[in-house]
């Protein structure tokens, strides 16, 4: 376990914080209350978070330009207008299914958005992970219990991906192109006899894998061979997803959660569900923006 320092973000308390995005372009911040409902955001340099009350379950958000952005939702994918906070239902994901919702998704390369879906109530295999690109939707995973860890090489080549309840995180070649998978999906990590669960990852430009350990209290690094080079404690149990911030890319801000937790299991937890900076050097990069036509 190595030392970092770790510091506060933002205190506000999430039930499940999740989804960060980083916007280089406004310094901003942008994360989830999944089950409350809210999209959240802060400057990186400071100041007050925003609340936005989205009036249904949401998880991750991409930005189309400088002036719209793609929300995922339980009943798909809305387009969000920034000045307004408007939201508008661009293509519709499980919207006939009310115990599913969205979980961990992310942009490729080449502005395919991989949108994961879950149960409500984790029920076993009934989430999937599909590809949207230039409007088009298809399902590319499916029997999925908690979609979790989607994250891209900087070339596009590369996709990782889990479903979390089976403690494997997964590798599978990619088109740069279209942002689809080619091949089978091999074993990357293999997490089912160490501590926590696998959560949220992002791939830096060096290939490394950094990854939130739900119910392990870490921040876990691995190299391009899955090998584990680096765990960074934190003071909240359940971290859910880091984000690369800065002017540099080269901090990770990280989402917390309390869901699950009882009342004295929360005062043992005082931290949990708020969201943190990470203050140690990573070779991140911005998210690409995503094509929605």
């Known amino acids: 376990m190595s030392e970092a320092i770790v510091s506060v973000f933002s205190d506000h308390v999430c039930q499940l914080g999740e989804g960060p995005s980083y916007d280089p372009t406004t310094d901003t911040l942008y994360w989830f209350d999944i089950v409350n409902g809210q999209l959240l955001e802060k400057r990186l340099s400071g100041g007050t978070v925003k609340i936005q009350e989205l009036g249904q379950m949401a998880s991750a958000i991409a930005f189309i330009d400088d002036k719209r952005q793609l929300i995922a939702t339980e009943t798909g994918?809305?387009?969000r207008d920034?000045?307004?906070?408007?939201m508008t239902l661009h293509t519709t994901i499980e919207a006939d299914n009310p115990t599913t919702r969205s979980n961990d998704s992310r942009v490729?390369?080449?502005g395919a958005f991989w949108v994961g879906t879950m149960g409500k109530g984790e029920e076993k295999a009934i989430g999937s992970i599909y590809w949207f690109y230039k409007g088009e939707l298809r399902r590319l995973f499916s029997d999925i219990t908690v979609s979790n860890s989607i994250c891209f090489s900087e070339d596009g080549t590369v996709a990782h991906y889990t479903d979390t309840s089976t403690g494997l995180l997964m590798r599978?070649?990619?088109?740069?192109a279209t942002g689809l998978p080619v091949?089978?999906?091999k074993i990357f990590v293999d997490h089912r006899k160490a501590?926590?669960?696998?959560?949220g990852s992002v791939l830096d430009r060096d290939g490394v894998l950094w990854n939130a350990c739900w119910g392990g209290s870490v921040i876990e690094a691995y190299g391009p061979d899955g090998k584990l080079i680096r765990s960074v404690a934190m003071p909240a149990t359940q971290p859910s997803c880091?984000?690369?911030?800065g002017r540099d890319a080269d901090r990770l801000a990280v989402t917390s959660a309390w869901s699950g937790k009882d009342e004295k299991q929360r005062l043992l937890d005082p931290q949990a569900g708020m969201t943190f900076l990470l203050d140690i050097?990573?070779?991140?990069?911005?998210?690409?923006r995503v094509l929605i036509a």
């Open 183 to 185: 091949g089978e999906p």
């Open 195 to 199: 501590k926590g669960y696998i959560d």
């Open 82 to 86: 920034v000045a307004t906070g408007k």
């Open 242 to 245: 880091p984000a690369f911030v």
């Open 172 to 176: 599978v070649g990619c088109d740069p």
């Open 108 to 110: 490729h390369p080449c």
């Open 77 to 79: 994918l809305h387009v």
């Open 281 to 288: 050097p990573v070779n991140g990069r911005f998210e690409p």
